[in-house]
């Protein structure tokens, strides 16, 4: 109801005030330019249930890039483009307890074959499998079937685009290694091209709210009330996000949280609270749920923002677990 919402917005915002001193505590990714120059004290929330129920605070109109969190979009597309069989047999399953861009373990495993889809390599390997002719076209896939869930369009941040294209040595070497040991399916510069702008898309905490609904539905929209992607999909994405989608964080993240979640460099967090996990809070049938902070820890993660999604998860029992 109308006065229910009012409550929850209010508490909401309350929450957000709460948490937002602790950005001092972080801060801008400054390796991506661009990214260097935001509001580093900002933090909003969204929180979307499956009857379109919205819980939303901070600055929530802020538009922000999804960066690592696409990562979990773009390997769901994979697996429905290639099927699971091919996309695992050039990506593992297995977190690496190594910051997200990483080189030293590839040489390490099964020679040049990433450990998962959410850290850089494992992604830029994904990214080079989508279906499609050119990188235009493989990233009009991922704009389409992001806008299937999100329900809106969307577009690529060309400025932030640019300013990691110009600067990604780290990941042009580790697209470099991965095509040496045969695991690009498109020429680097193309893969790259894909992967960077993925991570280039814009959003705002409603949306990423909306995405972490549909996965926690286990692909199904709530909304739509269409499937748009399988449920085993689903399942696997949520086990990565759980075992890999804090980076290095994530056995923590796994451990006093307790939610499947994506982070980006971008402040960007996106959890999905599963039917089962939801019964204590507002949103009892599930939820996703959106934060953007942009100030991050050493590790890449929001410092506001895993501190405000904690004391959500505390509060309302939202502990898969
Ligand atoms: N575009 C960023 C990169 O490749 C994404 C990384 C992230 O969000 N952790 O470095």
Redesign the pocket.
């Known amino acids: 109801t109308e006065h229910n919402n009012h409550k929850n917005n209010q508490l909401a915002a309350e929450w957000v005030e709460q948490f937002r001193p602790f950005a001092k505590e972080g801060q801008c990714a400054s ?2 330019p661009v990214l260097a120059e935001k509001d580093s004290n900002q933090l909003a929330i969204s929180i979307i249930g499956t009857n379109n129920d919205e819980m939303k605070a901070g600055e929530t109109t802020e538009l922000f890039t999804l ?2 969190v696409s990562k979990v979009v773009t390997f769901i597309l994979a697996c429905m483009e290639r099927g699971l069989p091919y996309v695992l047999e050039r990506v593992d399953v297995e977190p690496t307890g190594d910051t ?2 990483s080189i030293i373990r590839l040489e390490s495993h099964q020679p040049g074959k990433p450990f998962n889809p959410m850290i ?1 390599a494992g992604a830029i390997t994904v990214s080079s499998m989508l279906d499609g002719n050119s990188p235009q076209e493989k990233v009009s896939k991922i704009l389409c079937f992001l806008e299937q869930m999100i329900g809106k369009k969307l577009k690529v941040n060309e400025e932030v685009y640019q300013s ?1 294209w110009q600067t ?1 040595n ?2 042009r070497s580790l697209a470099y290694y991965l095509m040496d040991s045969g695991f690009l399916d498109c020429p680097v510069e193309e893969a790259l091209e894909v ?2 702008k993925q ?1 280039a898309i814009e959003v705002n905490v409603s949306d990423l709210a909306m995405i972490g609904l549909v996965i926690a539905n286990d692909g199904y929209h709530p909304l739509t009330k269409t499937q748009l992607f399988p449920k085993q999909v689903a399942k696997l994405a949520k086990a990565l996000m759980v075992t890999c989608g804090m ?1 290095n964080a994530s056995g923590k993240f796994a451990a006093f949280i307790g939610l499947p979640a994506k ?4 402040g960007a967090i996106l959890a999905a609270v599963p039917s089962h996990a939801g019964l204590d809070s507002p949103f009892p049938a599930g939820c996703g749920i959106g934060i953007y902070g942009p100030a991050i820890d050493d590790i ?1 993660n929001s410092v506001a923002g895993v501190n405000l999604l904690k004391h959500i998860a505390t509060e309302w029992n939202m502990n898969i677990f």
């Open positions: 390796y991506i960066q690592s997200f861009n850089n990691e990604a780290r990941n992967y960077l991570c980076y982070s980006g460099v971008s890449g």
